[in-house]
């Protein structure tokens, strides 16, 4: 460009800008849109197109075919469709573009997986497994037992969790105050249990690792600041792995929550309301999660099946 400012550049950063501070998303999923946006500019340059206002549906489809070839997965390849769309709906709305080249665009179908779920006897596994080794007292094992139980409680992604501040979480009602995606703020309850495993953190486990860069925290890592949530996720599965069931990961606790609050006769709006969806339809894959389970027990145990 020999030195000039170039345009796609120019225009992704006004893209994330607004991604972050008008939308409010969170900077993963800013820098998944940046990524994605940035991937595109890059080939369109190599293709004769370096600004988003020269590049068209076909180039757009070579973009995705080249893509593909390199054995990318169709998840992968979904989510850059999306992106690349999101970004020319903004770029037509703020009079980047005359045309939006993306409207046609279509991208490869990812493939519908069911997510993991326990069952309900191996998450009553799972979290009695963890209760025992916080008879240790060791603060470490009191965490794990108040991580695993809020999770599964409460249905919260990992990251909300690691979040919350002490004052988020109300005893007396067994509330706790979550932010959500978009900075969307929603009041989760959880149960008799989760509050037996907060008493003890509470009482003796975070006591033992407070300091002054604590602050209001409410889960501390061994060094007293905040507990980041990729320790979170490694702790999850050392108690799944000890406790001998299923191999899983945090979100799947959520995953678990969810079907089970359905299963047990929660209606779909309150279940989107615990979970935080913005849409309904997001809520609804849980119904076809426990209709798809229902019908494999079916055909394994009902003789005429």
Do not use: C, I, N
């Not at 309904?280 to 229902?294: C, F, G, I, K, M």
């Amino acid at each position: 460009m020999h030195g000039s400012v170039d345009p796609f550049d120019v225009a992704l950063g006004r893209f994330t800008e607004q991604l972050a501070l008008v939308r409010g998303l969170s900077p993963h999923t800013v820098r998944a849109y940046h990524d994605d946006v940035r991937a595109l500019g890059d080939f369109a340059r190599r293709r004769g197109a370096p600004r988003p206002q020269d590049v068209d549906l076909d180039l757009l489809r070579a973009w995705l075919a080249w893509q593909a070839s390199r054995g990318l997965s169709r998840a992968t390849l979904a989510r850059r469709g999306a992106s690349v769309r999101e970004f020319y709906a903004w770029a037509l709305r703020d009079g980047l573009v005359a045309v939006d080249p993306s409207t046609r665009l279509q991208s490869p179908r990812v493939d519908r997986t069911l997510p993991t779920v326990l069952s309900v006897d191996a998450a009553q596994t799972l979290v009695e497994h963890a209760e025992q080794e916080a008879r240790s007292g060791d603060a470490a094992d009191l965490r794990a037992w108040a991580t695993v139980e809020l999770l599964y409680a409460t249905g919260v992604r990992v990251g909300e969790l690691v979040s919350v501040d002490v004052d988020d979480v109300d005893r007396g009602t067994r509330t706790v105050r979550v932010l959500g995606k978009g900075g969307k703020e929603r009041v989760v309850p959880y149960g008799a249990p989760a509050d037996r495993a907060l008493t003890a953190w509470l009482g003796a486990g975070r006591p033992a690792l407070v300091t002054e860069r604590s602050g209001a925290a409410l889960l501390l890592g061994d060094r007293g600041g905040r507990w980041d949530q990729r320790q979170a996720r490694t702790t999850v599965h050392r108690l799944a792995v000890s406790a001998g069931v299923p191999d899983l990961a945090p979100h799947a606790l959520r995953h678990t929550a969810a079907t089970h609050l359905l299963a047990g006769g929660a209606d779909l709006r309150s279940v989107q309301e615990v979970l935080g969806h913005t849409s309904l339809a997001t809520t609804q894959r849980y119904t076809h999660v426990s209709a798809d389970r229902l019908r494999a027990s079916y055909l394994q145990a009902f003789p005429r099946a």
